[in-house]
T-cell receptor
């Protein structure tokens, strides 16, 4: 299993600003992902955070808007850049502690509101 | 990546057994089937996982037919606290375990 801590848990931001979300895991994990969940919707995969290299982004998400860092196997950050109200969402960090079956563990999420 | 299809919503009453079926017609050989539960304002939580046949844990059972093109999550004797969204997912190491979420099933348990 894995325990995931995300910071901040929630924030209210002004349009045009940027916010960095941190994800800390209590153990080393190979696979780490960032998801977005808009109100009343399912989760959308933003990117796979790769340790020591550039993240792999899903269609519709770009590095300039959502830069991701993964300096080691226990930590990652996601920045939401130049925010607009459409970026208001919950951002979730998830990991797969073991590689055999792909069971995902999630943090509690970071709820962003952009005014 | 295998796409999943589930009912959008289901209603039940306390004490009943609830079965939620998911179809995944293009599941790959090395894909596992995993179900997650999500409450409002929380991240999804693992419920159960299987590859084939039947799997049971303290929370639920998972039934997978031989062709693996569908699966059924069974929740015995649901309570009000089981009201949540349930996601069926398939993923395997061929895709780097990259997991794409479908719409999920919103289960409402009534008193």
């Amino acid at each position: 299993s894995a325990v995931i801590s995300q910071k901040p848990s929630r924030d209210i931001c002004q349009r045009g600003t940027s916010l960095t979300i941190q994800c800390q895991v209590d153990s080393q994990v190979t696979m780490m992902f960032w998801y977005r969940q808009q109100p009343g919707q399912s989760l959308t995969l933003i990117a796979t955070a790769n340790q020591g290299s550039e993240a792999t982004y899903e269609s519709g998400f770009v590095i300039d808007k959502f830069p991701i860092s993964r300096p080691n196997l226990t930590f990652s950050t996601l920045t939401v850049s130049n925010m607009s109200p459409e970026d208001s969402s919950i951002y979730l960090c998830s990991v797969i502690p073991g590689q055999n079956t792909g069971e995902l563990f999630f943090g509690e999420g970071s709820r962003l509101t952009v005014l | 990546l295998a796409k999943t299809t589930q009912p959008i919503s289901m209603d039940s009453y306390e004490g009943q057994e609830v079965n939620i079926t998911c179809s995944h017609n293009n599941i790959a050989t090395n894909d596992y089937i995993t179900w997650y539960q999500q409450f409002p304002s929380q991240g999804p939580r693992f419920i159960i996982q299987g590859y084939k046949t039947k799997v049971t844990n303290e929370v639920a059972s998972l039934f997978i037919p031989a062709d693996r093109k569908s699966s059924t999550l069974s929740l015995p004797r649901v309570s009000l606290s089981d009201t949540a969204v349930y996601y069926c997912l398939v993923a395997g190491n061929t895709g780097g375990f990259k997991t794409i979420f479908g719409a999920g099933t919103r289960l409402f348990v009534k008193a």
